[in-house]
């Protein structure tokens, strides 16, 4: 037996697709759309405006073959492709695709605002590395203001490593990024994990809150929040 991560193969020099399709009628056809090469573990979003669907995703060149066992200190971090935020503008009426890269610095782990899941958004929260060239582990986290380019870098380095960022709007928030931004740190020198507490609105401001574990957590993949308990 093969872990799913096992069963995928990156096929070089051949075109990516985009399946679109239609939920609300089944008098559409399902479009089938080719896009340059590219390799999607995330999406960040996804929205309609008129007739064009907005898709941002961080993509790769090509497949990383680096085993999820490895040792960090024994990955040459140069030698694989780094992962950036490409928007595509998807031209339902031509069947034109149009990428373009909207954040250029190695990032992975996108979170954004819930209540702009499906809609037009602006900021965007995402993990990446400590220099804002070049591949590395990730020891930061990015606010990217997607109207105006403006960019805030919260660094754990030189011995944090990041997980993914879990984006919470405050109760009664007039303005997207009001809120705080949740993500565990693997202190190296301590050899444990931390909850650190970011503000939204002023991502390099010393933490609201940082919460020392008394063990480490091993990575995960994935968060969520909720205002309640489920049992």
Request: proline share 5%; aromatic share 10%; net charge negative.
């Amino acid at each position: 037996l093969k872990g799913a991560g096992e069963c995928v193969n990156f096929q070089q020099g051949k075109p990516s697709q985009l399946i679109i399709i239609p939920r609300t009628t089944r008098d559409k056809k399902v479009k089938t759309l080719e896009i340059d090469a590219g390799f999607v573990f995330h999406h960040v979003n996804a929205f309609e405006e008129g007739n064009n669907i907005y898709l941002d995703s961080i993509s790769y060149d090509s497949l990383s073959q680096v085993n999820f066992e490895t040792d960090y200190k024994e990955i040459d971090f140069d030698s694989i492709d780094p992962g950036r935020v490409y928007r595509l503008k998807i031209d339902l009426d031509g069947e034109t695709v149009d990428k373009k890269m909207i954040e250029s610095r190695s990032c992975e782990f996108p979170a954004i605002n819930p209540k702009n899941f499906g809609r037009n958004y602006r900021y965007l929260f995402i993990g990446t590395t400590h220099k804002d060239r070049g591949n590395a582990p990730f020891q930061a986290i990015l606010k990217k203001d997607l109207l105006t380019g403006e960019k805030q870098v919260h660094s754990f380095a030189p011995q944090g490593y990041v997980g993914e960022p879990i984006f919470v709007p405050k109760p009664n928030a007039t303005s997207e990024d009001e809120g705080w931004v949740l993500v565990m740190i693997y202190d190296g020198d301590q050899h444990r994990s931390d909850l650190v507490i970011l503000d939204g609105e002023n991502l390099e401001k010393e933490p609201i809150a940082t919460l020392h574990l008394k063990h480490h957590i091993p990575y995960g993949l994935h968060g969520n929040w909720t205002s309640e308990v489920f049992i």
